[in-house]
């Protein structure tokens, strides 16, 4: 993914009290994004790729550095929300959840690692909370910068949104997948609730297709039938894309939320690219 810089002629620094700002940290690239609430219409964004970062330590330092000067990310905003985007994640149902054993349910699938806060998300349409790790060095300087913030992992703005658009509709199943550079995540649902999340390793075309037939499979899915909606990094002329079309019928690139407005100047950027980080502003 490429970097990039759009903004709206109109955003002015002088009403950054009424705007919202949405930020996504991952080891290969940072991107926000600016939303003016008194409009409901997003009017920024901004994405820096990484080639080279392969650490959360040389990160850090770039992205403090990022944090520093970019003079979008230096004003008061009226709230903050943050994506940290990692497999550091696990769901528990939430009638199985104590916040008290939060360590306990986490780092029963995940290594234990130093120096990392455990947060969680409550996911209302799911009856499920989404707990997940942030390096404490992150989650200080967030904070020390920014008030009214809050911490999300990727997972969460792509299973509720996924549930609450698809509420009240008739189908049998669909299958939602985001690709990042190295790994995707992906879900199956149904009109009433969320069949399957996971998150894979991904280096090229052949790893992305046989984990998501795999899903197929186990889920006893009709690839002749079963819709998949593609988000994040990912083209129509990608090997990624050209592989999927061997396998299944019904691929679909996803668009928009129609909950929000967006400028015009959105229209250089394909819609599907940044879905989790413009749909994150109604996440509770």
């Known amino acids: 993914m490429d970097n990039f810089n759009i903004i709206d002629p109109n955003f002015s620094t002088n009403n950054t009290f009424r705007y919202h ?93 130093k120096n990392e806060d455990i947060l969680f998300n409550n996911l209302k349409n799911a009856d499920a909370v989404n707990i997940f790790s942030i390096p404490s060095k992150f989650t200080k300087l967030l904070k020390n910068k920014y008030n009214n913030i809050n911490f999300y992992h990727q997972s969460s703005p792509f299973i509720e949104n996924a549930l609450i658009e698809n509420k009240n509709q008739k189908f049998e199943h669909k299958v939602y997948v985001y690709n990042y550079e190295d790994f995707f995540d992906i879900i199956v649902i149904t009109p009433q609730k969320l069949l399957l999340y996971n998150s894979f390793k991904c280096q090229n075309e052949n790893d992305f297709i046989y984990y998501i037939m795999n899903v197929f499979e186990q889920l006893n899915l009709n690839p002749a039938q079963t819709p998949v909606f593609l988000m994040g990094n990912i083209t129509k002329l990608s090997a990624y894309n050209e592989v999927m079309k061997k396998f299944i019928s019904k691929i679909y690139f996803k668009k928009n939320s ?27």
């Open 21 to 113: 700002i949405s930020l996504q940290l991952m080891l290969k690239g940072f991107s926000f994004c600016i939303f003016d609430t008194s409009v409901q219409k997003y009017i920024a964004l901004r994405h820096y790729k990484f080639d080279k970062i392969s650490s959360y330590s040389s990160f850090f330092k770039k992205f403090q550095e990022i944090l520093d000067n970019d003079e979008l990310l230096n004003n008061n905003y009226k709230s903050v929300k943050v994506i940290f985007a990692s497999q550091r994640e696990t769901l528990v149902p939430l009638p199985l959840f104590e916040n008290k054993n939060i360590n306990k349910y986490f780092y029963f699938n995940q290594t234990e690692e």
């Open 258 to 284: 129609n909950n929000f407005d967006y400028s015009y100047v959105f229209n250089q950027i394909p819609e599907h690219y940044f879905l989790n980080l413009l749909n994150l502003y109604q996440c509770e």
